[in-house]
């Protein structure tokens, strides 16, 4: 049997990490700059991480939901401190497309509305509902299409106001789009939605699977604007590369026996790999390492000629170039050994790295960066 073949992949077999440094099976070593599309926040193979791993599958791995895992209070609490959402209920799914789909089904459960307002170019996930409010008609099947989503254009506030109705659950939108582009709302745009979303009884829910966990030097994106959210999905750098993802929602919404579940989802395993991620990241100040590094990276690559463009905050990185950025990215893979990701649609070379990057990897981007595109 061979494998369905629906990624484009690169000739490069990884056998090993640790930290930002990638081995492959011929022993070559890459700096990653990616994170396996933004998943490991923390840093490969991380000591504390790998220690609670392998002392958690030596006791027990898995459990279903039928009985109290203690683990998933102990992470709400964590979360609870390090988020700043002080009174919000923790659900625990697999993915990102599965957080989005909950909270796209919660919002519709709770104002028994069945539309939802989602932004162009946004980018959700591939399960029905996720895939439903991204807008690539590529990547939907006919299964998938729906006069139940409305589209509006990220920072016009007019063209939400103007399919906004008394059947709209909810507004969908991610804290930085990131496959759309490393395109950020902007905080007024993110408070005139709130508003309207108050003013309309719908829920606002924002998407930051991608964004947030402390990569742009807060937790979560949207607090740069002031405004909190009903519901907010998370999963990527949740558990450092176990697949672990998550709502977290307003307690005004009640909870029903039955409207959400999953097998999987919250068992001992993930709960271990996203509290050892969680502690490590408050013990290290990853988030404000991640803001410091940002500016420090932003710093350095500003007034390089190459680039047309310079988007993001923290350590989600939008550098949008003059030249073919899928040349620049396979230069520097192939010839200076970095790994980096792309914005679809644009020409923008897409940077989430782990949050634990020092300046001394920042360097050596920039170096073989202006190589690269001299
Ligand atoms: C903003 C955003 N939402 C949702 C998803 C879907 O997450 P997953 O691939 O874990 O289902 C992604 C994945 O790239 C994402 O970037």
Same mark, same amino acid.
């Given at each position: ?25 011929? !022993?070559?070593? &890459? ?11 923390? !840093?490969?193979?991380?000591?504390? &991480?790998? *220690? ?14 039928? =009985?109290? $895992? ?45 539309? =939802? ?12 509902? +996720? ?6 008609? +590529?990547?939907? +099947?006919?299964?998938? *299409? ?28 991610? !804290?930085?789009? %990131? ?25 606002? $829910? ?12 807060? /937790? ?21 590369? /176990?697949?672990? #993802? ?10 029903? /026996? ?6 999987? !989802? #919250?068992?001992? @395993? ?20 991640? +803001?410091?590094? %940002? ?12 680039? *047309?463009?310079?988007?993001?905050? %923290?350590?989600?990185?939008? $550098?949008?170039?003059? #030249? ?7 230069? @520097? @893979? ?6 980096? #990701? ?9 940077? $989430?790295?782990? @949050? ?19």
């Amino acid at each position: 049997m061979n494998t369905f073949e629906v990624f484009k992949l690169y000739p490069i077999a990884i056998e090993s990490a640790k930290g930002l440094e990638l081995t492959d099976s011929e !022993g070559k070593k &890459y700096l990653d700059l990616y994170g396996g599309h933004g998943v490991i926040s923390i !840093g490969h193979s991380q000591p504390d &991480y790998v *220690k609670r791993i392998t002392e958690q599958i030596n006791k027990i791995g898995f459990y279903s939901n039928s =009985v109290r $895992i203690p683990f998933q209070e102990e992470l709400a609490q964590k979360l609870q401190k390090i988020s700043g959402y002080s009174d919000y209920k923790l659900f625990l799914v697999n993915s990102g497309a599965e957080a989005n789909e909950n909270a796209l089904k919660l919002a519709s459960f709770y104002t028994n509305r069945s539309k =939802v307002i989602a932004f162009r170019k946004a980018f959700h996930g591939r399960t029905s509902l +996720a895939v439903a409010v991204t807008d690539s008609p +590529a990547i939907q +099947a006919p299964i998938n *299409k729906t006069d139940k989503v409305l589209w509006a254009e990220l920072n016009d506030i007019e063209s939400v106001k103007a399919v906004m109705d008394n059947d709209v659950a909810a507004v969908i939108i991610e !804290g930085i789009q %990131g496959v759309g582009g490393v395109k950020i709302p902007t905080n007024d745009f993110l408070r005139q939605l709130r508003e309207l979303c108050t003013q309309n009884g719908s829920l606002l $829910i924002v998407d930051e699977i991608q964004c947030g966990y402390g990569r742009t030097g807060k /937790f979560f994106y949207h607090q740069y604007s002031g405004v909190k959210a009903d519901i907010i999905s998370m999963a990527k750098g949740i558990a450092n590369g /176990f697949p672990v #993802g998550a709502i977290m929602i307003n307690p005004e919404i009640p909870a029903k /026996f039955g409207m959400l579940g999953t097998t999987f !989802g #919250g068992n001992h @395993l993930g709960c271990a790999a996203a509290l050892a991620t969680v502690e490590v990241m408050m013990r290290d100040n990853l988030v404000d390492n991640a +803001a410091k590094m %940002g500016e420090y990276l932003f710093g350095k690559l500003r007034g390089n000629k190459a680039i *047309k463009d310079l988007r993001g905050k %923290g350590l989600m990185v939008g $550098i949008e170039t003059v #030249g073919d950025a899928s040349e620049i990215r396979n230069k @520097l @893979l192939f010839d200076e050994h970095i790994f980096t #990701g792309f914005s679809g649609g644009v020409n923008t070379i897409r940077l $989430i790295p782990p @949050l634990c990057i020092t300046e001394k990897e920042i360097d050596r981007f920039v170096e073989a960066f202006d190589k690269v595109t001299q």
